[in-house]
């Protein structure tokens, strides 16, 4: 018995086929949150899939429709071993995006995975089923080293519409706190910062979606009769954005930018390469904030981003003035961004910049909050360690992901530190055709997991003590 051990069987379930046997019978089960009708997929991917699954590990379950009483339900499953030992709790998502299988290479299929090489394509490989059956995976190889037992105890929640916004997820952590009370969030979700190196973030970058609209009169104009004596409302849109953001993306309204990079999140950041995988696209190197590192601007920074923009009818244009236009925008934010006053923000700089006819509004009700565990946080050294023990190699770490997760629900509902170690890489094709995992980075994030899993039990508790006697832990809450 001994975390040698542990590692070897975590990796022998990978060399053998296991895994990729179990991950071939999620992938099988679509579970497409985001098209309609498919209550009954995401409740049986959890009923006849998860359950079992878990059942096996020791864990005892419940099934929770979704509070809203329209989206997929959730899984809580609890392995509880002893109330001295510490409590991890573990997060993923059983839903995918849509398949789309018309738009996938010739030779594969969303729901089947196929094996090129090193890459395992097929819908939900990377993001998540992939992920979370890793971490389940490497739970049995510890559970199995230590004869039966963890050393810790452990709690499991898995959603079914992480894709779709996480609706019901924060009522759920509010109505269950007390039965997803744990010491640790340890969570895997989105990419490496390199296929090669092994990361650890510790929350996520917010999401704020708005929309502008300029809405001038009915019907368009001829621009020949009308043109230069009416106001056009895509000119006016173009030029309010502009003053929004301006022509290298440097973001113009104080209010919309972020507070000054910490300290220890700089030096974090000091260290992360961003880019260079040759199927990623290549960085615009003077794009954003002016004096900040590419790894700065995407983990240290705020985002506003134009996603759409529509005047007149773009497929088939008229010669006439259009009468409106609108634009639906985005503000990636980190920690200390004022997002809850953005609207007023926004109107009063419209207002002042001569833009009173153009609207602003929220584009929709769920806001994704920005998180950030302390980097230093004791968990975070010893997660750093673990990793670094585990692979040879030294981890990469984020004090926040660049795009946004539902990491608020855990650190601020629940109150937890958070850790999320991702077992995908930037060019996974997440969310596009193609989705899919390497094997030789699943080999390794099976090794990698175990050995967390092992050191909790065996290291855990020193980490607990340290953190209650408030040693190592500065920069206050998440």
Request: negative net charge.
């Amino acid at each position: 018995m001994s975390r040698h051990d542990a590692l070897a069987r975590a990796a022998r379930h990978f060399d053998d086929g296991g895994f990729l046997a179990t991950l071939r019978e999620a992938v099988a089960r679509p579970t497409e949150s985001q098209a309609p009708g498919q209550i009954p997929a995401l409740a049986a991917y959890l009923a006849e899939f998860l359950v079992p699954a878990t059942a096996r590990l020791g864990f005892r379950h419940r099934l929770l429709d979704n509070p809203d009483g329209v989206h997929g339900p959730f899984l809580i499953a609890e392995r509880h071993e002893d109330d001295a030992l510490p409590t991890v709790l573990i997060y993923g998502h059983g839903d995918t995006v849509r398949g789309y299988p018309e738009q996938w290479r010739a030779g594969l299929d969303p729901w089947r995975i196929v094996v090129e090489g090193g890459r395992w394509y097929g819908r939900g490989t990377a993001d998540n089923k992939g992920q979370h059956l890793v971490n389940l995976a490497a739970l049995a190889a510890v559970a199995e080293a230590r004869g039966g037992r963890l050393g810790f105890n452990a709690k499991l929640l898995i959603e079914t519409g992480e894709e779709t916004g996480s609706p019901g997820l924060r009522e759920v952590c509010r109505r269950e706190r007390e039965a997803l009370r744990a010491d640790l969030l340890l969570a895997s979700d989105g990419p490496r910062v390199s296929a090669e190196r092994p990361t650890l973030f510790l929350g996520s970058r917010g999401a704020f979606n708005f929309e502008l609209a300029v809405d001038l009169r009915e019907g368009g104009h001829h621009s020949g009769n009308w043109g230069g004596l009416l106001r056009n409302p895509g000119t006016v849109l173009a030029n309010a954005i502009a003053s929004l953001v301006d022509s290298r993306g440097a973001i113009r309204v104080a209010r919309l930018r972020p507070p000054p990079i910490p300290p220890g999140v700089r030096e974090a950041l000091a260290d992360i390469t961003v880019g260079g995988d040759p199927d990623g696209p290549a960085i615009d190197a003077e794009w954003g904030e002016p004096g900040l590192s590419p790894a700065e601007r995407v983990y240290g920074w705020n985002a506003l981003e134009v996603l759409a923009f529509k005047t007149g009818d773009p497929d088939g244009p008229l010669n006439a003035v259009p009468p409106s236009a609108k634009a639906t925008l985005q503000l990636r934010f980190v920690v200390g961004t004022d997002w809850e006053t953005l609207i007023p923000a926004l109107r009063a700089h419209l207002d002042a910049h001569g833009f009173p006819m153009v609207a602003v509004r929220p584009a929709r009700t769920e806001v994704f909050r920005a998180t950030r565990l302390p980097v230093e946080d004791p968990w975070v050294a010893w997660a750093l360690a673990s990793i670094a023990e585990s692979t040879g190699k030294r981890p990469a770490l984020l004090p926040n992901l660049g795009g946004s997760l539902p990491n608020d629900a855990f650190s601020e509902i629940l109150g937890l530190p958070t850790l999320w170690v991702p077992h995908s890489y930037p060019a996974c094709s997440q969310h596009a055709p193609d989705e899919h995992l390497l094997a030789p980075l699943t080999r390794e994030a099976l090794v990698l997991m175990a050995g967390l899993y092992w050191d909790l039990g065996e290291t855990g508790p020193a980490v607990l003590a340290r953190r209650a006697s408030g040693r190592g832990v500065r920069g206050g809450a998440p």
